[in-house]
């Protein structure tokens, strides 16, 4: 199988690097080729989501994203900003639902804000919306009747849109523990209103998992107060964006946790859900968990070796309880230590 | 001074009742005037803020609101359930500034999720818009060029209305530590690019605020894992929605935290955070101290008294030390338990 290696910015290369060394021990018949995204794209070729890059996305049978973004591209106009490159696969490619797993590892209560019989008990996915949403509806500046500065974005929702990503919470919902919350602001909103009446639509066809609805503002709140109560939370994009990067700190540290971006046929791009964090690139000293467990996502869901997603998850469970840290779970390894560590696990 | 009491529905009238009771005790020289609001006001008047009510919170001098939401109402039309109530008090009085204090109250530890190092640096005021943003922007559900249904909420701001919560957001700091934080995603919205803008623009005008812009996804993971590090949080009206309730239960319970909605001359609504709760209405167990504390925020705010607010607050805290507890605290006091508790620390 061809795997697209897109490192990008920051730790993106380091991480990225860190999940090939894993993926290369394993014996599993991969060819990577790699293409520049992000702001190293913009500096070698003058737009963060080039032709090639995107073309070679397109081929590969998986993507092993890194991470974008640079501050040294923020006064950019927004369409050439790193951050595009990752919106841009996800549209182009029409990678519309995103995986996003939380659990705290045993031996990190430690890292987690959380008390730790609270944390322990964190086992749910966030299904998120990729493609739709006020990220992707039609977007102005202008100026209003009075001449005042204006900013527009448009959220919108269809129903074939809501009902593909509900189909796959539900799906997800039934390889664990049944029960599906579906999170949206249908108290206030339009396209949360259609969202709800979508989703219980839907519903019919699963009648084996149970379906709850909660409001956004009460999901941040009770992902603080019991995380433990969900096991599949499914939502748009905005809210799913928001709730995720919560969900994923109280269950200790960013620095461990995948995600992963399917389209219909079940090709994806795997990506650590930390960013390209600026303050520490280059000093070798980034958590590469995240991006080794997101190469294990790709086994698992892209590339059908569940066996082999099996090894490598295991083998960073057993470094973490083994005591192998890196500097953001309060410990000294180096990158390259805390992969040699899940090298040895494996 | 005029106060409007609108208690509503759920444990509303319960919580408003405590609060009354509370500034009834001090002698500070009130007139209280009651009004139906929310599903109750539908029952009695066909409309969730009938026209009288309005109009007595539009004379009144400040509005003491308990809570609105019933599930009886949730397949009415959206215009006429319960939270339009508190929605359309918010827009026709021009209540744009919503002050939401969070801090852990000694004795609380245990009610909080978050380690008891972590929470108890909590402190902090999240100053939230509410008159713009996708909560009042066009909204229409219709069918595309494809004839599928679909929804569309528009999110939208102009500078007059960012630099008017902006100043609110540099005032509050300037009182506290100085320490501003906007909250934005202008990684991705117009609206939030715009909102960057000003808030730089206004910025100008308070050299002495250390300001500093953070994405909302990443806010809400800093929420959980280092609350302690904010002071004031100036941010929209969904985002502020989602990290305020987040932001609560980070402090402990949802039952110990006020609120405050004000126009541009100090004229305000206030509120418990917590909302109707019809699960446990009606029983006297729900925990009054999220509105006393409100009526006290009411004192401060817009009836010029200080001192009394002064007295309300030392009070609730008094009695939460000596180990008053509701059921939401793992006590057993009822409503008015706790409220004799305070009544009795005054
Ligand atoms: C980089 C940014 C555009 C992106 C998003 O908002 O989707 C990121 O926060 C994420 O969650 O993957
Ligand atoms: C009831 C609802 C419309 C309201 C809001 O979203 O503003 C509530 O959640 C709040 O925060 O006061």
Not at 74 to 88: F, H, K, V, W, Y
Not at 100 to 112: I, M, Q, T, V, Y
Request: hydrophobic share 45%; charged share 25%; with cysteine.
């Amino acid at each position: 199988s061809l795997i697209a290696v897109l490192a990008g910015d920051g730790i993106g290369p380091e991480v990225t690097q860190a999940a090939r060394q894993v993926l290369e021990s394993l014996d599993l018949d991969l060819r990577f080729e790699e293409a520049p995204v992000g702001g190293a794209a913009y500096r070698a070729a003058g737009h963060p989501l080039p032709a090639e890059t995107l073309a070679l996305a397109a081929r590969a049978d998986a993507i092993l994203f890194g991470a974008v973004g640079d501050p040294a591209f923020d006064t950019l106009e927004r369409s050439l900003r790193p951050e595009q490159a990752i919106l841009g696969l996800r549209k182009e490619l029409a990678l519309f639902a995103n995986l996003r797993p939380a659990r705290l590892f045993a031996g990190l209560e430690d890292a987690s804000a959380l008390k730790p019989e609270i944390a322990r008990r964190i086992d749910l996915v966030i299904v998120r919306e990729l493609n739709g949403d006020v990220y992707f509806g039609e977007k102005s500046r202008g100026t209003t009747e009075a001449g005042l500065r204006e900013g527009r974005d448009l959220m919108r929702y269809d129903e074939a849109e809501v009902a593909r990503i509900a189909r796959v919470g539900f799906e997800t919902a039934r390889t664990r523990r049944s029960r599906l919350c579906s999170v949206d602001k249908a108290n206030v909103l339009e396209t949360s209103q259609l969202w709800r009446d979508v989703v219980v639509e839907v519903a019919r066809d699963y009648p084996d998992v149970a379906l709850s609805h909660m409001y956004v503002d009460n999901a941040a709140m009770q992902l603080v107060r019991d995380p433990g109560q969900f096991d599949v939370i499914v939502t748009g994009n905005l809210f799913g964006d928001i709730l995720s990067d919560q969900a994923s700190m109280c269950a200790g540290s960013i620095g461990m946790l995948p995600s992963s971006a399917l389209d219909d046929a079940g090709k994806g791009l795997y990506e650590p859900i930390h960013g390209s964090a600026p303050d520490i690139a280059g000093q070798g000293k980034a958590n590469p968990c995240a991006a080794i467990l997101s190469a294990a996502m790709m086994l698992r869901h892209t590339l059908d070796r569940p066996e082999a997603a099996d090894r490598i998850e295991a083998a960073v469970a057993a470094a973490i309880a083994a005591g192998a840290r890196t500097a953001d779970l309060g410990g000294t390894l180096s990158t390259q230590g805390m992969t040699d560590a899940v090298l040895a696990a494996l």
